[in-house]
């Protein structure tokens, strides 16, 4: 009985103190809590999934990071632009939107994407949720509005999120370009139908940086409502 006590204690105090912030190198994390750093493994982000539990707990984990409103008495004034715990104010918070996509939910990954870009950004004097560090804020805007983020940088892969751009063309060496256009009839279409690249129908949830340095054409047909492509 004191043992189950004592455990149950042990877990309640683990629950609050995950949620509570450090300055610059408190509590132990700096400008973030145990939540935000927790996803903070882009290199192998499946054995993060595996150590969670797999793939359904690690969705699970992901929707309690996104909808969790608790808030700390120890707030670090630097944390910003909340979705849940999510702090897009803040650098290591700004793969985990895409993170859905591995656990085969990349509609959930969409939803996200598309409400950070639409409500965390606009064009006033305090357009930015957080400090733009490196111009990592506009990269991140940049990269997700075109369509798409480079979770692990070094991997050579842009995951797919849901673009906000009509169209836009990247210029390449070689005189090659490559044009990225997406069909929606209503701002509230924020879900991906269907994505093709150079003609043929793509329905992996990355494209490589090999696929863009090509050149071509890469299309997203969107809807108001998920669809099952990317699974």
Known sequence: SLGFVHKKRLCQRFDTTSYQYGGNGG?????????????????????????????????????TFFTSNYKSEQMNHNASGFVGQYAHGNEPSHHVAYLYNFAGQPWKTQKYVSHILNTLYNNTSSGYAGNDDCGQMSAWYVFSAMGFYPVNPADGRYIIGSPLLDECTLKLAGNKDFHIRTIRKSPEDIYIQSVTLNGKKHKDFFITHQDIMNGGTMVFKMGKKPSGWGK
Do not use: R, S
Request: without cysteine; charged residues 15%; negative net charge.
């Open 27 to 63: 509590h132990p994390f700096t400008e973030g809590n145990a939540w935000q750093y927790f996803w903070y493994v882009p290199h192998n982000i499946q054995a993060l999934m595996e150590l969670t539990g797999g793939t359904k707990a690690f969705e699970q984990k992901l929707d």
